[in-house]
């Protein structure tokens, strides 16, 4: 039987951001449908949209209207929530009632304990905290600026929050985080989700399944074109 192509995927975002949610789950989606054929390993990397977010926060309508001159459009919201659907995740609040404001946070220390579950535990538990606090933020609008936030939910992921603590000050790895977010800022990245394939594939913005499947069967042909010249 032969063994499927194995590629890896770094796949820069911020959990603020709807459009990786979608990115992400539609990649699943494609890779099913290339199950047996190719094989991903997927590591996360920061991009903050805010990094100048304040700790606390930023209501979204005040946010919507600061940056962009409008306040948010809710056939555009529930229109990102049906995309979100089609993908196979629920991007609606599903918390305890009443319903919290909608707000934005500072990602910074989130994004260092995702590099910390990478660093530490490898890709799998890496992707398992990073769900995660894309559900404490769109499904559950929790702060995730906060140290006490950030170390429960990673302590619902296996990391304990001694641990979690620890990774918030150590200050090689917030030194690395940011080192990482150069070097998207570096390779042009302006949006997120940017997913590059064996470091010299990209594919930008959010896709549907199928062209995710597409171009990752893409890539691999490529490669096999190029291993196939290098042994002749």
Same mark, same amino acid.
Request: proline residues 6%; contains cysteine.
């Given at each position: 039987?032969?063994?499927?192509?194995?590629?890896?995927?770094?796949?820069?975002?911020?959990?603020?951001?709807?459009?990786?949610?979608?990115?992400?789950?539609?990649?699943?989606?494609?890779?099913?449908?290339? $199950? &047996? #054929?190719?094989? @991903?390993?997927?590591?996360?990397?920061?991009?903050?949209?805010? %990094? *100048?977010?304040?700790? $606390? &926060? #930023?209501?979204? @309508?005040?946010?919507?209207?600061?940056?962009?001159?409008?306040? %948010? *459009?809710?056939?555009?919201?529930?229109?990102?929530?049906?995309?979100?659907?089609?993908?196979?995740?629920?991007?609606?609040?599903?918390?305890?009632?009443?319903?919290?404001?909608?707000?934005?946070?500072?990602?910074?220390?989130?994004?260092?304990?995702?590099?910390?579950?990478?660093?530490?535990?490898?890709?799998?538990?890496?992707?398992?905290?990073?769900?995660?606090?894309?559900?404490?933020?769109?499904?559950?609008?929790?702060?995730?600026?906060?140290?006490?936030?950030?170390?429960?939910?990673?302590?619902?992921?296996?990391?304990?929050?001694?641990?979690?603590?620890?990774?918030?000050?150590?200050?090689?790895?917030?030194?690395?985080?940011?080192?990482?977010?150069?070097?998207?800022?570096?390779?042009?990245?302006?949006?997120?989700?940017?997913?590059?394939?064996?470091?010299?594939?990209?594919?930008?913005?959010?896709?549907?399944?199928?062209?995710?499947?597409?171009?990752?069967?893409?890539?691999?042909?490529?490669?096999?074109?190029?291993?196939?010249?290098?042994?002749?």
């Amino acid at each position: 039987m032969t063994e499927p192509v194995r590629l890896s995927i770094d796949i820069w975002s911020d959990v603020m951001c709807p459009w990786c949610v979608i990115g992400y789950y539609n990649l699943q989606k494609g890779l099913a449908e290339l $199950e &047996g #054929e190719i094989a @991903a390993a997927v590591q996360w990397h920061p991009f903050e949209l805010n %990094p *100048d977010m304040p700790p $606390e &926060g #930023e209501g979204m @309508a005040e946010h919507m209207l600061r940056k962009y001159g409008r306040e %948010p *459009d809710a056939g555009m919201t529930a229109r990102m929530q049906d995309l979100a659907a089609q993908a196979g995740y629920q991007m609606r609040y599903l918390g305890a009632q009443p319903e919290p404001e909608r707000r934005l946070w500072n990602t910074r220390r989130a994004h260092v304990l995702i590099a910390y579950a990478h660093h530490t535990r490898g890709p799998e538990a890496q992707t398992r905290l990073k769900l995660a606090l894309f559900d404490a933020h769109f499904q559950q609008r929790r702060n995730i600026h906060d140290p006490d936030t950030l170390f429960e939910i990673a302590e619902s992921t296996g990391i304990p929050r001694e641990e979690a603590a620890q990774a918030l000050e150590d200050r090689d790895l917030v030194a690395a985080v940011a080192a990482e977010e150069n070097e998207a800022m570096e390779m042009g990245v302006t949006s997120v989700p940017m997913m590059l394939v064996e470091r010299r594939y990209m594919i930008p913005g959010s896709q549907e399944p199928e062209v995710y499947a597409a171009s990752l069967r893409k890539v691999a042909g490529r490669l096999g074109r190029v291993e196939q010249g290098a042994s002749g």
